[in-house]
Nanobody
Framework: QVQLVESGGGSVQAGGSLRLSCAASGDTGSTHCMGWFRQVAGKQREWVSSITTGGTTDYSDSVKGRFTISQDSAENTLYLQMNSLKPEDTAMYSC???????????????????????WGQGTQVTVSS
């Protein structure tokens, strides 16, 4: 089992920055793909970014060039640096992890529904105009 706890959310003005953290505990060595998702109430969950244990990263077109995913293996922590935030980035952000590295290589049209095994509780990000 793996437990994930996000932090770092908050309220910022458009153009601002936030860094989200996701602290992992438990059998962290079993996970090979980690990702960030976001969801607005009443809408479908949206994949944001993912990273493999080897450091291969990928981003949705909506955040590419503004967000950076990274990981600190020694601290078992996943990060999402979010710059140039826009009001449309407002959402609940959750981190996810899975043993299957293939979860990080799913075709773009299917990434929103990848069945990650472990999920955090989420942290709210609100961007005002």
């Amino acid at each position: 089992q793996v437990q994930l706890v996000e932090s770092g959310g908050g309220s910022v003005q458009a153009g601002g920055s936030l860094r989200l953290s996701c602290a992992a505990s438990g059998d962290t060595g079993s996970t090979h793909c980690m990702g960030w998702f976001r969801q607005v109430a009443g809408k479908q969950r949206e994949w944001v970014s993912s990273i493999t244990t080897g450091g291969t990263t990928d981003y949705s077109d909506s955040v590419k060039g503004r967000f950076t995913i990274s990981q600190d293996s020694a601290e078992n922590t996943l990060y999402l640096q979010m710059n140039s935030l826009k009001p449309e980035d407002t959402a609940m952000y959750s981190c996810a992890a899975d043993p299957a590295i293939l979860h990080c290589y799913v075709a773009p049209g299917r990434r929103d529904t990848v069945p990650f095994r472990y999920w955090g509780q989420g942290t709210q990000v609100t961007v005002s105009s």
